[in-house]
């Protein structure tokens, strides 16, 4: 059983910071991605930012220069530090890990950015 534990979120007003953190807990042998993805009202899922395991990460188009994705491979846990939030990062912001092929997804933590 894997769990994937997100803390960080709440509401911050626009052009303010956030850090989004991650902690992965259970039978972990070798995590090969690990990142945050996120959801808006009426929207799709999607990718923000995600980390190999060899350390390179790559980020969504919307979040380049403004959001920092740190993960440690020794704790199984990974950070994004959010800066500039704008009104349009208001989403559910959720954690995922790959292991064996297999996708674990954190329960999500609400990011409220007022303008």
């Known amino acids: 059983q894997v769990q994937l534990v997100e803390s960080g979120g709440g509401l911050v007003q626009g052009g303010r910071s956030l850090r989004l953190s991650c902690a992965a807990s259970g039978i972990i042998f070798s995590i090969n991605t690990m990142g945050w993805y996120r959801q808006a009202p009426g929207k799709q899922r999607e990718l923000v930012a995600v980390?190999?395991?060899?350390?390179?990460?790559n980020y969504a188009d919307f979040v380049k220069g403004r959001f920092t994705l740190s993960r440690d491979n020794a704790k199984n846990t990974v950070s994004l530090q959010m800066n500039s939030l704008k009104s349009e990062d208001t989403a559910v912001y959720y954690c995922k890990a790959n292991m064996g092929g297999r996708d674990y997804w954190g329960q999500g933590t609400q990011v409220t950015v007022s303008s």
């Open positions: 980390a190999a395991s060899g350390g390179r990460s």
